[in-house]
């Protein structure tokens, strides 16, 4: 099976900060990656796919990047929003698999 | 409105059955692969089984094969999972989600909670 890391586990930030997340696979997953959040006690949301194809209706200050083993999840202004938990997932092999998850908690 | 909306979870002995369902609406459900995601309670995401659009296809991870069966009735627009011989480590939250390999949409959750 594929191990997807994301690091780091939990993040602090303020209103307005630039966040990073990556995002490792254990093998190349080529493009074949979607990033989520979940909120608490909610169904995770599909922000991107293919690595970086933004799904509609999501903010455009939500951008992905990346091929092969190693992924980049960006949240170019933090909004209160935001605050959440962010899972990424590969669909190049199965068992399709997540990473174990980012908390984006207030600074 | 595409909307999935699942029932059938409860809580069960260890080594009792139950069925979980997906009731879909607002897209052609018979165009879709469909998929069964899990969430232990405070936990990770983990991908459980999807079933191709005219069900020839299935596939598990390896923590449940041989123990749940996924399936469909297109007529019906629904998706089910039957899960046997269940273990403690199968508490989880049981999500279906529309697979198009990445999972959009999701619906809302039922709990499952393996206990004696």
């Known amino acids: 099976d594929i191990q997807m890391t994301q690091s780091p586990s939990t993040l602090s930030a303020s209103v307005g900060d630039r966040v990073t997340i990556t995002c490792r696979a254990s093998?190349?997953?080529?493009?074949?990656l979607a990033w989520y959040q979940q909120k608490p006690g909610k169904a995770p949301k599909l922000l991107i796919y293919?690595?970086?194809t933004l799904e509609s209706g999501v903010p455009s200050r939500f951008s992905g990047s990346g091929s092969g083993t190693e992924f980049t999840l960006t949240i170019s202004s933090l909004q209160p929003d935001d605050f959440a938990t962010y899972y990424c997932q590969q669909y190049n092999n199965y068992p399709w698999t997540f990473g174990q998850g980012t908390k984006v908690e207030i600074k | 409105e595409v909307q999935l909306v699942e029932s059938g979870g409860g809580l069960v002995q260890p080594g009792g059955s139950l069925r979980l369902s997906c009731a879909a609406s607002g897209f052609t459900f018979s165009s879709y692969w469909m998929s069964w995601v899990r969430q232990v309670p405070g936990k990770g995401l983990e991908w459980v089984a999807n079933?191709?659009?005219?069900?020839?296809?299935?596939y598990y991870v390896d923590s449940v094969k041989g123990r749940f069966t996924i399936s469909r009735d297109n007529a019906k627009n629904s998706l089910d999972l039957q899960m046997n011989s269940l273990r403690a480590e199968d508490t989880a939250v049981y999500y279906c989600?529309?697979?198009?390999?990445?999972?959009?949409?999701w619906g809302q959750g039922t709990l499952v909670t393996v206990s004696s």
């Open positions: 293919k690595a970086s």
């Open positions: 079933i191709k659009e005219d069900g020839s296809e299935k």
């Open positions: 093998q190349s997953v080529s493009g074949w």
């Open positions: 989600a529309r697979d198009r390999t990445r999972f959009d949409p």
